[in-house]
């Protein structure tokens, strides 16, 4: 593919218009998955933080749904529709500031076709949509404030653009400020945007902790990162004990290390990947035709971060998506060794369309296999079996088994084996909010959860919103033969009668994909913990 100079702005419009269009048709399509339905309850009862995540993807979902007015899974996740193609953009322009608009467009290009961004923050609805707008921006004004000088001679500025540029400096550092404080509000590890810049400045430019812009900068972040440490401050810090958890470790795991590079590979594309290796190899051996400080800047803010993650992935399970703005951060200098490399030829590298066609074959393969099941992941035929080892069935047949249990619900309710005014009860926040949106909120129920805060999440706070427990009422609890639970064995203590009263199958292209057990739990006989009760006794006495 031959690309002129005057047509790049016209191929990133129809790069953007494509991805916008195809993602929103997704969108609308898929199902919800486990952790973007649970991050539904986050705009259904907003605070100032969560259990798991800071507040912001509960924000977005509120601003883009029209505080769910909207409520569909295409206005959920209609933030990630609109900010990935405003970071196709951002990209874009870095790559244009840094070197010139062909190397822009290598970086769309890529960014296009990495699955973390066209998927993860591009098509569900998760923190890393939010935190992913604010890393680029934050990278944008920090490489605008601190890139080299460039003579008039060289890049044809006048001097009073040249003095404009310097007088606009301060302000993409108080720019960066905000925009790493938004990417903690996003995601707790929007916290490496800091830890990269300040390591540049420590390695390259200690002259510029005498600047006053960089402290108001911190300052701003800190600012921003009030709400956070608010909420934890009610709940004695319950947010950073979790996932202090998450990451701590002391015995060696090569398993989980070798699960984290494989998933880096796979989630920010294998060319991608590749890639992101080389130019970084050229970069440190100074090869790529590149002003020095924006190299060093970029590596400041990626390496940390992928470095901290796999050390962490040596002790225990990591998920490959926290480390992947860092390999968004490399993309720019795979833009730059792409540019570089062939810089006398129009042709579009062959790296570049491979990677496309790596993210179109997985979107399509994946997609399909969610909807049809054509790959036979799982050999079970049990029924309470059916579909375990099928990890797409997180995705699908929610809304089959909405649409069936309140036909079941009713003909239930008719032989006064249950009544109009009771709930769903679950021990885990999923498939809580599952059933919570595709089951209970079609019908009006309450749903409620009943295990230990570990395992309830958000849903120890959604119990006190929603009432409490109290005795003598009954719930239904529905449970899939993808993650089997037995309610006579978690809850024997609660409830006077726990019994199996139908199965609901859900079919995938006519055939059985699993099967949902729908038991009734009657006559609550024990008070559950409240959130007053597992919080200390000062914080307990506000809510």
């Not at 005795?471 to 609890?477: D, H, N, P, T, V």
Request: proline share 5%.
């Amino acid at each position: 593919m031959q690309i002129k100079e005057q047509n790049i702005n016209r191929i990133l419009i129809w790069l953007l218009a494509i991805s916008a269009v195809v993602r929103g048709i997704l969108a609308a399509w898929m199902e919800l998955g486990n952790d973007e339905v649970y991050y539904w309850t986050y705009a259904l009862y907003p605070d100032w933080s969560h259990f798991d995540h800071p507040p912001m993807v509960g924000w977005v979902i509120q601003l883009f749904s029209l505080n769910l007015l909207f409520d569909s899974e295409f206005f959920i996740r209609l933030a990630s529709i609109v900010f990935m193609t405003a970071d196709t953009f951002i990209i874009f322009r870095i790559g244009k500031d840094i070197k010139d608009a062909r190397t822009g467009l290598y970086a769309a290009l890529l960014y296009t076709a990495s699955i973390y961004a066209f998927v993860i923050t591009g098509i569900f609805i998760m923190p890393d949509t939010p935190l992913m707008l604010s890393w680029l921006l934050a990278v944008w004004t920090a490489i605008r404030y601190y890139r080299a000088e460039v003579p008039a001679a060289i890049d044809g500025s006048t001097a009073s653009e040249t003095a404009l540029r310097q007088a606009q400096r301060p302000w993409c550092l108080i720019f960066f400020g905000l925009f790493a404080g938004l990417g903690m509000l996003s995601k707790y590890s929007g916290v490496f945007l800091w830890v990269g810049l300040g390591l540049y400045i420590l390695i390259f430019n200690r002259k510029q902790l005498k600047n006053p812009y960089l402290y108001l900068a911190l300052l701003i972040s800190a600012i921003c990162c009030i709400p956070i440490l608010y909420w934890n401050l009610q709940y004695d810090f319950i947010s950073f004990s979790f996932h202090g958890a998450r990451v701590g470790g002391n015995k060696l795991n090569f398993n989980t290390f070798g699960t984290e590079i494989a998933g880096e590979f796979f989630y920010n594309n294998p060319i991608n990947f590749i890639l992101a290796i080389i130019a970084t190899i050229a970069a440190l051996k100074k090869r790529l035709q590149l002003d020095k400080q924006v190299q060093r800047l970029v590596l400041c803010i990626a390496l940390p971060m992928i470095l901290v993650f796999l050390v962490f992935s040596l002790t225990r399970p990591t998920l490959p998506h926290w480390n992947a703005p860092a390999y968004v951060s490399l993309i720019l200098l795979s833009a730059v060794y792409l540019r570089d490399k062939h810089n006398k030829s129009d042709k579009l590298p062959k790296a570049i369309p491979a990677a496309l066609s790596v993210l179109l074959l997985t979107l399509a393969a994946g997609v399909a296999e969610i909807k049809t099941g054509f790959i036979p992941l799982d050999k079970h035929t049990e029924p309470e079996q059916l579909g375990r080892d099928d990890f797409t069935l997180d995705m699908y047949g929610w809304r089959q088994l909405g649409e069936k249990f309140a036909d079941f619900r009713e003909q239930k309710i008719a032989e006064d084996v249950m009544k109009e005014e009771d709930g769903i009860v679950a021990n885990q926040w999923f498939p809580l909010a599952n059933l919570d949106y595709y089951v209970a909120r079609p019908l009006g129920m309450k749903v409620m959860g009943l295990g230990w805060p570990e395992q309830l999440h958000k849903y120890l706070w959604i119990n006190d919103k929603r009432g409490g427990f109290h005795l003598g009422e009954s719930y239904w609890f529905i449970t899939d033969s993808h993650y089997l639970k037995d309610p006579k064995n978690i809850y024997q203590w609660f409830f006077k009668e726990i019994e199996l009263v139908g199965v609901i199958e859900i079919d995938r292209c006519g055939k059985p994909a699993k099967n949902f057990f729908v038991y009734t739990c009657k006559d609550l006989c024990d008070q559950p913990p409240t959130l007053q009760s597992v919080m200390a006794p000062s914080f307990s006495e506000d809510k």
